[in-house]
């Protein structure tokens, strides 16, 4: 290195991983972007020049989360100096990302506009985020929650290395492997694809026909960049295999693995699947939440590692989530909640305590759970299978989303009197739809309207309903509570499927 930082003197696992692997593979590739290579070494470097930069424990560091070797040196570079990642999307609305970095208690930033920052930083106590050792903060990501607010997952360094450990054995890895980072730099999937990969000597490749819109685009550039792993959300994996299946095409040769995640897969397309010529190709299916850190669950549903089937895939089948990988701990408990326990598990949700108290504790062993809110079933052989949430939130792009901080948020809208946010499938995908019942004085007619511009100043857009209804009254219940799911029956309508999802 030509730096004055040691990287080696980190106390993190998982940077002693990555440096390990810089000392065996110095010249290998570790990032190909747009078809250029950044060694090993060079990435090392750059790493700890940024280290340098930033000091000794500079706290939560925020970055901007965008599909560029940037971003992952500022993940690196971040872990090195003891710092907490932070990644905040340029593309959110200024007071989303503003809530975000206060919620953080944020003291940094690099390429973000640094009067996004509070003055002074704001810094939550509810959480503890001790200083020393594997306890210490690796990264701060966020989660939907009732508030309306940003609700900050802490994820400690023990449990990223726990989690990442596992993922190279489970997924295969070898430094001949060349993995697509396809996932949000937003959301935790992105690291499946980053830190196993560049713990082992495998080549990350960072392209824009990734996110082109355009399948023969997307295949071209697998093929042209011998990509051997895909990790892609379970809804674009669903359009894919429609788009195979209808133009009679293939995934290249290079692949071996493709793993899906975020929401339940189609049994329809599995069936799809399972027709094409794909049976060299591991099909991996798995589970796991933020606050358990990256894939806790997970089972091959087809190819040279699957359980034979008695039957092909049908309408109305379960697809399973899979087994425990090594480092996770599970119960299941009298309602049939999956609760999760380990290494893996986060330290909590930052400023936040009755959040952290009502999804975090520790048994009478002093075993500290996450309660998932997702009810499963184990069959015999030991895999679980999903039953639905015990809560309302529901999976938007494969994302968790609690209907009620979208409601917080429409709910601010002077026009709006009442609202109800639900899950539902619309054309065929998970998408959330609102119901609005407008104030005396407000125009019902462009009531809709108004509030979709309302949320996208103020949200992500995932967090903006693909349906807004104007209705002239809600379900309540016996109690005089909103019934999201009643108000839904009754005020829904029919929309057509897609013809070309």
Same mark, same amino acid.
């Given at each position: 290195m030509t730096n004055n930082r040691n990287i080696n003197g980190a106390t993190s696992d998982l940077i002693d991983a990555f440096t390990e692997t810089v000392r065996r593979y110095p010249e290998r590739p570790a990032i190909v972007h747009q078809g250029q290579d950044i060694s090993y070494r060079q990435l090392h470097e750059s790493a700890g020049s940024l280290a340098d930069r930033i000091g000794t424990a500079p706290g939560v560091v925020a970055v901007p989360a965008v599909h560029t070797p940037d971003t992952v040196v500022g993940l690196l570079g971040i872990l090195a100096a003891g710092g907490a990642y932070c990644p905040v999307d340029p593309a959110f609305p200024r007071q989303r990302q503003q809530d975000m970095l206060a919620a953080a208690g944020c003291r940094t930033t690099l390429g973000l506009d640094p009067e996004l920052v509070p003055d002074p930083p704001e810094l939550p106590r509810s959480v503890e985020t001790p200083e020393d050792g594997s306890e210490r903060p690796a990264y701060l990501l966020f989660t939907s929650g009732s508030t309306g607010q940003p609700k900050p997952v802490v994820t400690p360094r023990r449990a990223i290395s726990a989690a990442v450990d596992s993922l190279r054995t489970l997924f295969g890895l070898t430094p001949e492997d060349r993995v697509l980072q396809f996932a949000s730099l937003n959301w935790d999937t992105c690291f499946e694809e980053i830190l196993p990969t560049l713990t082992t000597g495998a080549a990350l490749v960072l392209d824009r026909e990734a996110h082109?819109?355009?399948?023969? &685009?997307?295949?071209?550039?697998?093929?042209?960049?011998?990509?051997?792993?895909?990790? %892609?959300? @379970?809804?674009?994996?669903?359009?894919?295999?429609?788009?195979?299946?209808?133009?009679g095409a293939a995934l290249p040769g290079c692949v071996r693995l493709v793993v899906i995640g975020g929401e339940?897969?189609?049994?329809? &397309?599995?069936?799809?699947?399972?027709?094409?010529?794909?049976?060299?190709?591991?099909? %991996?299916? @798995?589970y796991g939440s933020t606050e358990t850190t990256l894939i806790t669950h997970a089972v091959d549903l087809h190819g040279p590692l699957a359980a034979a089937r008695d039957r092909p895939w049908a309408p109305g089948d379960r697809v399973p989530i899979g087994r425990a990988l090594p480092h996770v701990r599970e119960r299941i408990d009298e309602r049939g909640e999956l609760l999760i326990g380990g290494p893996a598990v986060a330290l909590g949700y930052l400023g936040l305590p009755e959040a952290t108290e009502a999804r975090f504790g520790a048994d009478a062993e002093g075993v500290r759970w996450f309660r998932t809110g997702d009810r499963v079933s184990r069959a015999p052989d030991g895999v679980l299978t999903h039953q639905g949430r015990l809560d309302g939130e529901f999976k938007v792009r494969g994302i968790r989303v609690d209907p009620a901080e979208v409601e917080a948020h429409i709910g601010g809208h002077p026009g709006v009197h009442a609202v109800a946010v639900t899950g539902a499938t619309v054309a065929g995908r998970s998408a959330l739809v609102a119901y609005v019942v407008p104030r005396a004085a407000a125009a019902a007619g462009t009531l809709d309207a108004e509030v979709r511009a309302y949320l996208r100043d103020r949200v992500p857009g995932h967090l903006v309903p693909s349906r807004i209804t104007v209705v002239p009254e809600l379900v309540l219940t016996a109690s005089g509570k909103v019934d999201r799911a009643a108000s839904h029956r009754r005020h829904s309508v029919p929309v057509p499927a897609a013809t070309n999802p």
């Open positions: 082109s819109g355009s399948f023969p &685009r997307f295949l071209r550039m697998i093929g042209r960049e011998r990509v051997t792993v895909l990790d %892609l959300p @379970t809804a674009f994996w669903h359009e894919l295999v429609l788009h195979l299946a209808e133009e339940a897969a189609n049994p329809a &397309r599995l069936g799809d699947w399972a027709a094409l010529d794909t049976g060299r190709i591991r099909l %991996l299916n @798995t």
